[in-house]
């Protein structure tokens, strides 16, 4: 299964968008989106959350638990 940072990474080139830009989103520097997408870093749940929410993707999707993005409601 893809790792957390692959999975961002996918994600975040898929919407187009740049590395600053998500970095805007979810509160925090462009460099530590490159340190999560080669797995360097790992994310506070309050990130985690805001990076589902964002691309309205499961938790499990987010960090490689499950191939599927769907949420439960």
């Known amino acids: 299964m893809p790792t957390f940072g692959e999975r961002l990474?996918?994600?975040?080139?898929?919407n187009k968008l740049k590395a600053e830009e998500?970095?805007?989103?979810?509160?925090?520097?462009r460099r530590i989106i490159f340190l999560y997408e080669k797995n360097e870093s790992k994310p506070s749940y309050?990130?985690?959350i805001?990076?589902?929410?964002y691309f309205n993707v499961s938790?499990?999707?987010l960090v490689g638990f499950s191939d599927n993005p769907r949420r439960n409601k």
């Not at 998500?22 to 520097?29: E, H, N, P, Q, S």
């Open 50 to 53: 805001a990076l589902a929410n």
């Open 46 to 48: 309050d990130v985690l």
């Open 9 to 14: 990474n996918y994600l975040r080139k898929a």
């Open 22 to 29: 998500l970095a805007d989103i979810v509160g925090v520097k």
């Open 59 to 61: 938790l499990d999707y």
